[in-house]
């Protein structure tokens, strides 16, 4: 078996159209640099590109897409690295950009939910599942076999969060209202600032009489929400599991209904809360914005690490300086890495008050995540819904929930970490893309994406040894065996990244998939800071657009083209 520690380089399944190794094609000057080739980054550099600026994408690693990457990372087995499944790319990005004809090609899941239960069957049946997905009276049914009051209260569920939903729209599309200039500086500037409250007004109307509602959902613990409509524990728990995803945080812990809100808002090709696969793995999205951005003129690079911005006497950046020396100038630039990292490590620390790193150093980073990817041999064939001859079933292309049978195990997987140890009994998302997609694996052969919460950055206050990491893949491995027995003989690789490894490889800080957590004190108006909500910073023409920016939590692209949207507002208006 191989097991990789997340160390070196890995294969890149999609194509860099650049050079690599040296600063070929590299301009000394561009109208805006974008540091960073993750996919908020790309869209940002595409947007820009499309509105006259001369646009080039730094990237540090040897392969586009931040966290949503495709990798090769054994023989034969292409990865969707971090990021896994895609629904959250905004429809106007998608269609503005035309992904499609650059070479986005979806797989929708339906269904899309599979909680297996470890009990015994009744009368040599086998164990009870929960299987959820589009067909209504399928889950109806599938939830009747835990509860038939729940089973007539989901549809209303469903249909109440469709509603808060719809109505949090426009707050997607825009950047969050901008204070100072509705309430100081000129005429002129109060007019254009007041156009960023459209998308609050839209907001309120949509709500309406449910405002309430949404209040409720904002602040509770999702446990409260749940417990209002529901009284079986595992769809219960199912549920809870889009409440803390990604989110050192747990279903009793207050504000944890709106991330389960938040993960509701998806949409692919049209269709609300579908959820689905990109060929090739997730680095096919990002590819596909590059290759849009690239159209438009946009140059695209990596390997180009940058050391720092450029500030000038003025308080203003003017460029980049790469590690290698360097020098390319600009007008603007745009960070696509976390707040942490640009302004603690990018930013020369002169050109920013002791009061505003004070801040920076405030943003919570916390992540409760380790990713598994892992490379089979065969298919996994579980127990509560066994097929024959190791042929996948509609089950195998869901998102697969073990250890959710209750709210307790995740609270108690929660409870471990927070005092530095890594749950004993995690809460595991396992997806297997190549179900629907042919291409990420040999014949026979399947990728696994194992998604497992919950653990902490230090162990105990020490760092992680390679041995941690191997004791914790092979508890989780352990778990799932049980699930589906025969799931360890299958294992011909296996790649472990840790909260400190997602942040050394991919630049999370902390291993936060989000850039930053999505608790209340760092959403809309506060996401990441109150002073950095509308993406610009204390220095002139240095502007942020990544994921710790507003809507924030996966929402892909949006980051991006609000900034460049902003970025070009003040260079129009200056």
């Known amino acids: 078996m191989w097991t990789r520690r997340a160390r070196g380089t890995a294969t890149a399944a999609g194509k860099v159209t650049r050079s690599r190794s040296s600063n070929a094609g590299l301009k000394p000057h561009y109208d805006a640099l974008v540091i960073g080739g ?17 646009t080039a994408v730094l990237e540090k690693r040897h392969v586009l897409g931040g966290a949503a990457v495709s990798e090769e990372i054994f023989p034969g087995f292409h990865f969707s690295r971090c990021s896994y ?61 835990f509860s038939k009051k729940d089973a007539q ?16 729209y426009p707050l997607l599309d825009g950047p969050p209202v901008n204070i100072p200039g509705v309430t100081s500086g000129s005429l002129r500037t ?73 993960h509701v808002m998806g949409e692919l090709e049209m269709e609300r ?71 603690k490590h990018l930013t020369p620390k002169d050109a920013l008050s002791p009061e505003f790193i004070k801040a920076v150093d405030q943003i919570d980073y916390t992540s409760p995540v380790t990713k598994i990817n892992v490379a089979l041999d065969k298919l996994p064939n579980f127990l509560a819904r066994p097929t024959p001859d190791h042929k996948p079933g509609p089950h195998h292309q869901c998102s697969i929930h073990l250890n959710c049978e209750s709210i307790e195990v995740l609270e108690t997987a929660y409870k471990e970490a927070i005092n530095g140890r890594p749950s004993a009994r995690p809460m595991l998302e396992m997806t297997i893309p190549s179900v629907l997609d ?15 919460q ?37 294992v011909v690789g296996r790649d472990i990244l840790t909260p400190p490894d997602l942040e050394r490889i991919f630049g999370l800080t902390g291993g936060n998939i989000f850039h930053g957590s999505m608790s209340l004190d760092q959403l809309y108006l506060a996401r990441p800071l109150p002073s950095l909500s509308d993406h610009r910073s204390p220095i002139k023409g240095l502007y942020l657009c990544g994921s710790g920016c507003h809507p924030g939590g996966g929402v892909m692209g949006s980051p991006g083209w609000n900034a460049a949207r902003v970025v070009m507002a003040d260079l129009k208006q200056n």
């Open 38 to 54: 993750g996919h908020n980054g790309l869209v940002a550099a595409a947007y820009l590109q499309k509105g006259g600026l001369k």
């Open 85 to 145: 499944l895609l629904s959250l790319l905004r429809p106007q990005i998608y269609k503005d950009l035309d992904l499609k004809k650059h070479g986005l090609k979806l797989y929708k899941r339906d269904p899309h939910a599979f909680t297996p239960m470890l009990e015994e069957g009744v009368s040599g049946a086998p164990p009870r599942s929960l299987t959820l997905g589009s067909d209504l009276a399928m889950n109806r049914q599938e939830i009747g076999k």
């Open 153 to 168: 209260a989901y549809p209303d569920f469903t249909a109440h969060l469709e509603k808060l939903v719809e109505a949090v």
């Open 190 to 262: 109060r007019l254009a600032a007041a156009k960023t409250l459209i998308p609050a007004v839209k907001f309120g109307l949509g709500l309406g009489k449910n405002i309430p509602d949404f209040y409720e959902i904002l602040t509770a613990p999702a446990t409260k929400f749940l417990n209002q409509w529901f009284e079986s524990e595992p769809l219960k728990a199912t549920l809870a599991t889009d409440a803390v995803i990604g989110a050192m945080t747990s279903p009793s812990t207050p504000g944890s209904g709106y991330v389960l809100l938040h």
């Open 273 to 343: 809360g579908a959820w689905g696969y990109v060929e090739g793995g997730m680095g096919g999205v990002s590819q596909a914005i590059a290759r849009a951005a690239q159209s438009y003129g946009a140059d695209i690079f990596t390997e180009k690490d940058v050391g720092h911005v450029l500030v000038g006497s003025d308080q203003a950046a003017r460029g980049v300086v790469l590690k290698d020396g360097t020098e390319i100038h600009s007008q603007v630039v745009l960070s696509n890495a976390t707040a942490y990292v640009t302004f």
């Open 438 to 452: 042919p291409t990420l694996a040999p014949p026979g052969c399947h990728v696994v994406s194992l998604f497992t």
């Open 454 to 490: 919950f653990t902490p950055y230090h162990i105990e206050g020490r760092e992680w040894t390679d041995e941690d990491k191997e004791a914790f893949a092979d508890t989780v491995f352990d778990w799932v065996e049980q699930y589906a027995p025969g799931f360890k003989k299958s």
